[in-house]
């Protein structure tokens, strides 16, 4: 089904996933699916590895999930790959039966410092976009940083691409992981205003370790979250993240969200302890 009809009903539950770095290790995600399909999400997307690698694997994953009966919303790049190249895969995705991709330029890989399109290949996401709505039917999404996407000047420059983007033809938006929900808030208001009408889906991401704060994310926190991680107390550190997440979900929907997509690091208990806490557990999904 297209995720803009089931946005349009909202709200939408939704999980990512990454896959292993070693073919070998897809079992292990397997096993994750198994227990994530009890929980009957909306979708889940599957990102790429790093750089745009393991496309072969990318799509066997999304078949998996189909296979299971979960819609899957497969994430593609514009890392490394000519139009050619990308025309090829998007042939065997619409072949497979997918109907759902998420759009985007993808970081660059492992090594560089800045991303470098590809001489016959798209330089932004925008332009990837326009190239699948011009050839296909996929509903496509994107995504959306709610404090300025890093290579972004100034924040109205980051709008401006936004909004571009949604011209192009993106049905929906996923946002980047954020912890202040005011900001989330606060960027809506200024879509909303600069004529951006489509789905503005938060994405929550569960920290359940101090060593995510090991780098610099470029984000804001809201006062004591942050404080509130020992370092030294695994088990405490780790329920004080659950308990943030599950309370910034329930005011997220509180306030009226479309949805909630949650970056759960492959991780099921995850996912199953937050949809406990959000009343979706044993709850009949659309």
């Known amino acids: 089904m297209s995720l803009a009809a089931l946005y349009a009903r909202g709200p939408v539950f939704s ?3 990454f896959p292993p770095k070693r073919e070998g290790d897809v079992d292990a995600l397997y096993r994750v699916f198994d227990e994530l399909a009890p929980l009957r999400p909306d979708y889940i997307s599957v990102t790429y590895g790093a750089g745009g690698s393991n496309v072969g694997l990318h799509f066997e994953i999304t078949k998996r999930l189909m296979q299971l009966g979960i819609t899957p919303l497969p994430h593609f790049t514009c890392v490394g790959q000519s139009r050619d190249q990308i025309r090829e895969q998007l042939d065997r995705l619409a072949a ?3 109907k759902n991709i998420l759009a985007l330029r993808g970081d660059p890989p492992k090594g560089e ?3 470098k399109p590809h001489p016959q290949g798209f330089a932004y996401a925008s332009e990837l976009v326009a190239f699948i709505r011009s050839r296909y039917d996929f509903c496509v999404g994107a995504a959306y940083y709610p404090e300025k996407h890093p290579d972004a000047p100034d924040a109205a420059s980051d ?3 936004l909004k571009i ?3 192009a033809g993106a049905d929906f938006l996923n946002s980047q992981m954020f912890f202040d929900n005011a900001a989330y808030f606060a960027f809506v208001a200024k ?6 009408k489509v789905p503005l ?3 929550v991401y569960p920290v359940i370790s101090a060593r995510f704060f090991n780098r610099e994310w470029g984000i804001s926190f809201p006062a004591g979250f942050r404080e509130g991680f020992s370092g ?3 088990a405490a550190d780790h329920e004080h993240g659950l308990a943030f997440a599950s309370e910034q979900c329930r005011a997220l929907l509180r306030a009226g969200v479309p949805g909630l997509h949650l970056y759960i690091m492959n991780r099921a208990d995850t996912a199953a302890r937050l949809w406990k806490d959000l009343g979706l557990a044993g709850a009949a999904r659309a």
Do not use: S
């Open 159 to 161: 709008l401006a691409a």
């Open 201 to 203: 889906v938060p994405a």
């Open 232 to 234: 030294t107390d695994a």
């Open 113 to 115: 410092t800045g991303f």
């Open 191 to 196: 879509a909303r205003a600069a004529g951006i």
């Open 165 to 167: 983007k949604v011209d």
């Open 15 to 17: 999980l990512e996933v």
């Open 96 to 98: 497979a039966g997918v």
